[in-house]
């Protein structure tokens, strides 16, 4: 009798997690359809909040501003340089290039419509929004890390 009720044991677990299986991967589905093909918008004004792959390559906080979705004069700024600095772009498809360096992106943007570029001949993956709250000091400008770097997104970095 005791050997019957553990073969039963063992065949009823067996089937709840065959049950389960299915529920295990809708959190990675659900991450994964997060981020959306390139549907938005790039035109605007967008602030970096993530910047993975190379780390520390690009300034945190660096501003970007993309006066037209398919191409034009970028404007992008580190929150320490008083400079900003011009770079030419176009956009085909879901790619955007910076014509003067070649440096290329994947464009999509996240169910929080936030940017995401995926880069596509260098190793970054950078997150910008267009809300942002800053830290600021009480001068008014953005605190940063002294750490960070002073190269934006536009730039080959060696």
């Known amino acids: 009798m005791k050997k019957m009720s553990k073969v039963v044991t063992i065949r009823i677990i067996t089937v709840l997690m065959l049950v389960s299986l299915p529920f295990l991967g809708s959190d990675c589905e659900d991450i994964i359809n997060q981020i959306a093909p390139a549907t938005g918008n790039i035109q605007g004004n967008w602030t970096l909040i993530y910047n993975a792959g190379t780390t520390l390559d690009i300034c945190p ?63 970054r993956l950078l997150y910008y929004t267009t809300t942002i709250s800053s830290k600021k000091t009480t001068d008014g400008n953005v605190k940063s890390d002294s750490k960070a770097s002073n190269y934006n997104s536009s730039e080959i970095i060696k």
């Open 61 to 123: 906080g660096e501003t970007v501003s993309y006066p037209n979705n398919t191409g034009g004069t970028a404007t992008l700024q580190c929150p320490e340089n008083t400079i900003s600095i011009q770079r030419d772009y176009t956009v085909s498809g879901s790619t955007m290039t910076y014509t003067s360096s070649n440096i290329q992106y994947s464009v999509s943007f996240t169910s929080n419509n936030e940017l995401v570029l995926t880069g596509i001949n260098n190793n």
